[in-house]
């Protein structure tokens, strides 16, 4: 007896493999289909992409960008000034580089520490951490440009004037300003010193009648980084001094730390007031941790 071949699972469903019967067969037709249609998709894309991303649903609008709302000491709108400044006008939330440019717009700006952004459906959510203001640095013919805690150099023009009023100024002798540029670390030094610490004492500062930092040279008259920092009331030297030393983190050997220095400071307030309360024109010494009154200017 002679054994028929076994047929495979295709023969059952492609019994005959004439062109014609293949050709006609629900399962060719079906393949042909979707490779017509997957094409046709293609290509009606490609040729109406430029009219698809021009419609106003998917027009990227001021509206359509959601970023974290602004601190009040900033004035202006930084969200519209990142949509004018950089043509975000122009862009398309379909387009491949929407999140690149919308990034870019915010980052650029000096008030802006960190920015990070996301797309969702039909918006740009961006998530911004913005530079506070520490200080005013005094340069020029009363000239003042704001600084962040770093010594970042920020632009002026943002900064609501109430709050500046009430800000410490930095007072060094001849500033380094030949190259400063918003958004970046002012190139000198001792302004960069004098920003940590107003971020130490920017809280108090107001209520201490703390009014000034300024930088006490090793050598009289010189513009190194070398020397102390001092506070001053708004009365100037003429007023009362605060010796305060180094800035946080470079205290020298015996200087004590910026927190012992400043927690001895707080105490000694809070028994007077502030220093417009203490009354006679000293020094006072806080660089070894404690208070020492120098005397009499």
Do not use: C
């Not at 996301?118 to 203001?133: H, I």
């Not at 000239?143 to 100024?169: Q, Y």
């Amino acid at each position: 007896m002679i054994d028929k071949p076994k047929r495979s699972p295709w023969s059952r469903i492609l019994p005959d493999f004439a062109v014609a019967t293949w050709t006609w067969h629900p399962l060719t037709l079906f393949v042909l289909a979707t490779i017509v249609t997957t094409a046709a998709g293609v290509w009606l894309w490609r040729s109406n992409e430029s009219e698809l991303l021009d419609r106003s649903a998917f027009q990227l609008t001021w509206e359509k960008i959601r970023a974290t709302p602004q601190p009040d000491y900033i004035q202006t709108d930084l969200k519209k000034v990142a949509f004018d400044g950089s043509r975000l006008a122009e862009l398309n939330l379909l387009d491949r580089d929407v999140l690149k440019k919308v990034h870019a717009a915010f980052a650029v700006q000096s008030w802006v520490d960190q920015v990070s952004v996301r797309k969702s459906r039909d918006a740009v959510d961006v998530a911004v951490t913005y530079r506070q203001p520490v200080a005013l640095v005094e340069f020029g013919d009363d000239l003042l440009l704001p600084v962040d805690r770093n010594g970042v150099v920020l632009d002026g023009e943002p900064l609501n004037k109430d709050i500046a009023n009430r800000l410490l100024r930095i007072s060094v002798r001849s500033p380094q300003v030949g190259s400063i540029v918003d958004g970046d670390i002012w190139p000198d030094q001792r302004i960069v010193a004098a920003a940590m610490i107003a971020d130490l004492v920017r809280r108090q500062a107001h209520e201490w009648a703390i009014a000034r930092i300024a930088h006490v040279p090793l050598v009289e008259d010189s513009i190194a980084a070398e020397g102390d920092f001092e506070f001053l009331t708004a009365q100037g030297t003429a007023g009362i001094r605060v010796m305060w030393g180094s800035p946080p983190g470079f205290e020298r050997t015996n200087e004590a730390t910026a927190e012992k220095k400043l927690a001895a400071f707080a105490n000694w307030i809070n028994e007077r007031g502030s220093l417009d309360d203490v009354g006679t024109s000293q020094t006072i010494d806080l660089r070894d941790g404690h208070i020492q009154l120098v005397g009499n200017q």
